[in-house]
C-alpha cells in the first residue's frame, strides 16, 4: 500500500471531540477507514499532544493551498497551524 499525503495539525486534547465531530462532518475520510483520524503522542514531562488528519492534500509536495474551504474556516477557528504529513 502507498502512502499519501494528507493535511494534519496539532490539536489541544479539551477541543478533540468537538474538532473531529466536525471534521467527521465535513471531511470525512471515506476512502481512509484504516486511518486513525487522531494520533496521540508524549512531549516533555509526560504532557500529551494530539495530531489530527484534517483531509486529504490535493496539491503537489508541501503546498497547503489545496485545502478546501470548509476546513481552512476550522483551522482559522481553532488557529490551526496545518502541516503535510503521511499515511
Not at 37 to 44: A, F, Y
Given at each position: 500500500m502507498t502512502c499519501l499525503d494528507v493535511v494534519?495539525?496539532?490539536i489541544e486534547p479539551k477541543l478533540a471531540n468537538t474538532l473531529i465531530?466536525?471534521?467527521n462532518q465535513t471531511s470525512p475520510l471515506e476512502n481512509l477507514t484504516h486511518v486513525k483520524?487522531?494520533?496521540?503522542?508524549?512531549?516533555?514531562e509526560g504532557k500529551i499532544q494530539l495530531s489530527a488528519v484534517l483531509c486529504l492534500s490535493h496539491g503537489e509536495g508541501e503546498q497547503l493551498e489545496s485545502i478546501p474551504s470548509d476546513i481552512l474556516e476550522l483551522v482559522h477557528a481553532y488557529q490551526l497551524s496545518p502541516f503535510i504529513a503521511k499515511v
Open positions: 494534519a495539525a496539532v465531530r466536525r471534521l483520524r487522531v494520533r496521540k503522542s508524549s512531549v516533555e
